[in-house]
């Protein structure tokens, strides 16, 4: 009756491991990723008057967060000093393929899909710099 304590317990502790600082390369490039849809929230609300959580979901807009997250592993990569390792080649090639979806196949779909160069860049800079603050501070 009681056996699936341990087993519960067990897949917590394995969860606490994982989302530990341990993993700091996995868990801060997500949290800058929704970050950054904050910003974005912050940015529609405060020039549209439209406080809408749905806005944290959409694609589109200023800043992309596909690009902070981009931004934000290449700068963990390179803080680890890994510049020249293939992972940080790899991460490269990534970025450039999610950069280009981002600014480019997905906005001939839809204008409201995809995003425009200075939604790219200041998304990335924002993946960097929220970045550098939690490499330092954490």
């Given at each position: 009756?009681?056996?699936i304590v341990p087993?519960?317990?067990?897949?917590?502790?394995?969860?606490?491991?994982?989302?530990?600082?341990?993993?700091?390369?996995f868990i801060i490039p997500l949290f800058v990723a929704s970050a950054t849809q904050g910003i974005k929230w912050l940015i529609v609300g405060l020039t549209k008057k439209h406080w809408s959580l749905t806005i944290l979901t959409k694609y589109g807009g200023m800043p992309s967060s596909h690009s902070a997250l981009i931004g934000s592993v290449l700068w963990l990569l390179f803080r680890l000093g890994a510049l020249h390792e293939t992972s940080f080649i790899v991460a490269v090639a990534f970025g450039f393929v999610v950069l280009r979806d981002a600014g480019g196949l997905r906005r001939k779909v839809s204008p409201l899909l995809g995003h425009?160069?200075?939604?790219?860049?200041?998304?990335?800079?924002?993946g960097v710099i929220l970045t550098e603050i939690i490499f330092l501070y954490v």
């Open positions: 009756k009681f056996q087993q519960i317990v067990g897949k917590l502790c394995s969860w606490y491991t994982f989302l530990s600082m341990e993993n700091y390369y425009t160069p200075p939604e790219i860049l200041v998304g990335f800079i924002c």
